[in-house]
């Protein structure tokens, strides 16, 4: 299983960007996902979470009601709408995934990180 996040770059603040995590296999598959953050200096951070088989959400505080998680199961995407982007969204992003294979263990997934910059 790979993951893999894009989408990032540098952003003015105020501004949006949408990240997208693809996977090699099923989206639906997948117990839960979710994107997290890590910034220099700073521990890594959770940002939100999905849930594939009930589309339930969990988001940070910190990004409550600007970014916004999805899922893709056609295209095997997970994507991260981000809006009003603050100097403090600056991180590396990465998706994760938790799956329960054949084998009945559950793996812990990570893609690797795409650099969000927001600076004026």
């Known amino acids: 299983v790979q993951l893999q996040a894009s989408g990032g770059g540098l952003v003015q603040p105020g501004g949006s960007l949408r990240l997208s995590c693809t996977s090699s296999?099923?989206?639906?598959?997948?117990?839960?996902m979710g994107w997290y953050r890590q910034a220099p200096g700073k521990e890594r951070e959770l940002v939100a979470t999905?849930?594939?088989?009930?589309?339930?959400?969990k988001y940070a505080d910190s990004v409550l009601g600007r970014f916004t998680i999805s899922r893709d199961d056609i295209n095997n995407e997970m994507y991260l709408e981000m809006n009003n982007l603050k100097v403090e969204d600056t991180a590396v992003y990465l998706c994760?995934?938790?799956?329960?294979?054949?084998?009945?263990?559950?793996?812990?997934?990570w893609g690797k990180g795409t650099q969000v910059t927001v600076s004026s």
């Open positions: 999905i849930t594939p088989s009930t589309d339930k959400t």
């Open positions: 994760q995934g938790f799956r329960t294979e054949l084998d009945g263990l559950t793996m812990d997934y």
């Open positions: 296999v099923c989206i639906y598959s997948f117990n839960d």
